[in-house]
């Protein structure tokens, strides 16, 4: 299965097996999240490097102050619920760094991110989730990372954001 991860230093494309992806994905959310997944815990999990197919770094260009301005206006981080505008499925994770694209873990398409809506509850375990989606469904579900507790949420219009539903 190919995984591939774009960060400020470059995109990188591995191609691993796919029960080792999914501890990498459970691994980066767990840093995301709680930060406290030390390198050494990946390194040992995944026991030895992944086979890298390629690997592409940032190409340098001069400064359009133009063209900086109105990418900043439309790139979001934090945490995020990213449904695919070409197949549907849903992503959810934690943006280190401000994005305006998010590429689909399913179909590997890219989705623009603009005008998103915010996504505000307070778990029963106690943790307040802040979240923001492109998500148009009038009711979506989510589930606490910290306890997996699912939890129905409607959007309000007039805040434009899903709230929990009483």
């Not at 991860?5 to 980066?28: H, R, S």
């Not at 992503?91 to 994005?99: L, R």
Request: charged share 30%; with cysteine.
């Amino acid at each position: 299965m190919k995984i591939s991860i774009k960060a400020a230093l470059g995109n990188m494309v591995f191609d691993m097996p796919e029960e080792k992806v999914v501890i990498l994905m459970n691994l980066a959310l767990q840093c995301a999240v709680m930060q406290h997944t030390e390198t050494r815990q990946v390194a040992q999990v995944l026991k030895k490097p992944p086979k890298v197919k390629k690997c592409i770094t940032p190409q340098s260009e001069e400064a359009d102050p133009e063209k900086e301005q109105v990418e900043e206006g439309e790139k979001y981080k934090g945490m995020l619920s990213i449904k695919c505008e070409h197949c549907g499925e849903v992503g959810n994770f934690s943006a280190k760094t401000p994005i305006d694209t998010y590429v689909c873990e399913h179909c590997g398409k890219e989705t623009v991110l603009k005008g998103l809506s915010k996504i505000k509850w307070l778990c029963e375990c106690g943790n307040n989730w802040v979240y923001k989606t492109n998500r148009t469904n009038p009711i979506i579900e989510m589930r606490c990372i910290h306890c997996d507790t699912p939890v129905d949420l409607e959007y309000n219009p007039k805040h434009k954001e899903y709230r929990k539903m009483e």
